[in-house]
Every structure is written in structure tokens, then in C-alpha cells.
T-cell receptor
Framework: EAGVVQSPRYKIIEKKQPVAFWCNPISGHNTLYWYLQNLGQGPELLIRYENEEAVDDSQLPKDRFSAERLKGVDSTLKIQPAELGDSAVYLC????????????FGEGSRLTVL | KQEVTQIPAALSVPEGENLVLNCSFTDSAIYNLQWFRQDPGKGLTSLLLIQSSQREQTSGRLNASLDKSSGRSTLYIAASQPGDSATYLCAVIIQGAQKLVFGQGTRLTINP
């Protein structure tokens, strides 16, 4: 069974440029999460989807960050414009609500903003 | 607000030793607790998940315990190996909210 797939794995951009990350969850998982992980820190939730509905986006900086999960399957996280402080790893995870809430993570997308 | 703390932040031990990693959380109203492993530059790999009604879970050389009343969990690693070197993160799922709150992790180094 394929795991959570994320792309790109690495992205280097200059500040003020836009960037987008893509995530394809495990097949059948209806809940999808985007987490932000800074160096040496634990991940922090940005947004959680149940199917196509964003049910928790309280930590998403909405002035520059946006996300979508149009058909309740894959998802895109966008930053526009990127700032130096956005350099981090963006992790996607998925779970099936009926499966004890266990989360499975992708490899992450490492963003460097110059 | 749920806070998760992991102590120590870093640990270095010789190969073959048994060791314990600690995790504490401030709010006992959790749905479950999950331990993860993270290798440098990689994503998180789920190691063990303990339901709030359970006391412990075992997988191979790993044993995780949960004491909700005291807000603590431990991850026991038996007969450590250099391949166990990684960062170990614990996270709790808050009751009523399907999201994980993470600790900052313990960076473990096993010396050959």
C-alpha cells in the first residue's frame, strides 16, 4: 500500500515568490493534515481537512497561506508571497477517522526562502 | 491548552543499553498518544499508538506506556542499536479534536 506522497521534496525560492506543495494521502483516508516543522521543533498543525472541508484552520496564516482539497483526496498548500521565516519543512499526514486516529506522515517538503 | 514536553532533549548511550524516553502532557483528556521516529531529513514514522483506555503497547524491542492520570508516557527501547539513532517524538490527540499536539522530541544517539 502506498504511503502519503508529497512533492516537491525540496524547494528553494527567493522571498516574495509564490510556492506550492502537493500531497496525496493514503487511499481511503478521509482526514488530511498539513503540519509545519521548524528545525529542532515538533510539528505544528496548519490545517486539517475532513473530506473536502477544512475543519480546523485556526493556525493557518491566512494573509499569505492558502490550502485546498477540492475532491476530498489530494491537497495543495500555497504560500504567496513567501517570507524568509517560512523556511521550514511542510509535512502532510492522513488518517482514517475510524482507525483509532492514527496518523501517517509523508516525507515532507523542505522549503528554503532566500 | 495542551502542552507536551519531552525530556531529555538529547541522549547519547552506548550500544546494547536499555533506555527510557519520557513524555509528559498537561491535559489528561486525550484520545490517544502516538510515538514517532524521525530520521534526519525524513518524515515521521509511526512507532506505537496507545489508546486512552490502554496502559501500554509493544512492538519488537519497543514498549510504550501511558499513565493518563499523571499525564505521562514512556518509550522503552531494549538492547539499543546504532540504527535506533534518530529523533523520537511523542504526540497526543486531544479528545474532540482530531489533531496531534507534539512534543519537541528527544534526539537519540546510540554509540557503537
Amino acid at each position: 500500500e502506498a504511503g502519503v506522497v508529497q512533492s516537491p521534496r525540496y524547494k528553494i525560492i527567493e522571498k516574495k515568490q509564490p510556492v506550492a506543495f502537493w500531497c496525496n494521502p493514503i487511499s481511503g483516508h478521509n482526514t488530511l493534515y498539513w503540519y509545519l516543522q521548524n528545525l529542532g521543533q515538533g510539528p505544528e498543525l496548519l490545517i486539517r481537512y475532513e473530506n473536502e472541508e477544512a475543519v480546523d484552520d485556526s493556525q493557518l496564516p491566512k494573509d499569505r497561506f492558502s490550502a485546498e482539497r477540492l475532491k476530498g483526496v489530494d491537497s495543495t498548500l500555497k504560500i504567496q508571497p513567501a517570507e524568509l521565516g517560512d523556511s521550514a519543512v511542510y509535512l502532510c499526514a492522513s488518517s482514517f477517522l475510524g482507525n483509532s486516529g492514527e496518523l501517517f506522515f509523508g516525507e515532507g517538503s523542505r522549503l528554503t526562502v532566500l | 491548552k495542551q502542552e507536551v514536553t519531552q525530556i531529555p532533549a538529547a541522549l547519547s548511550v552506548p550500544e546494547g543499553e536499555n533506555l527510557v524516553l519520557n513524555c509528559s502532557f498537561t491535559d489528561s483528556a486525550i484520545y490517544n498518544l502516538q510515538w514517532f521516529r524521525q530520521d534526519p531529513g525524513k518524515g515521521l514514522t509511526s512507532l506505537l499508538l496507545i489508546q486512552s483506555s490502554q496502559r501500554e503497547q509493544t512492538s519488537g524491542r519497543l514498549n510504550a506506556s501511558l499513565d493518563k492520570s499523571s499525564g505521562r508516557s514512556t518509550l522503552y527501547i531494549a538492547a539499543s542499536q546504532p540504527g535506533d539513532s534518530a529523533t523520537y517524538l511523542c504526540a497526543v490527540i486531544i479528545q474532540g479534536a482530531q489533531k496531534l499536539v507534539f512534543g519537541q522530541g528527544t534526539r537519540l544517539t546510540i554509540n557503537p
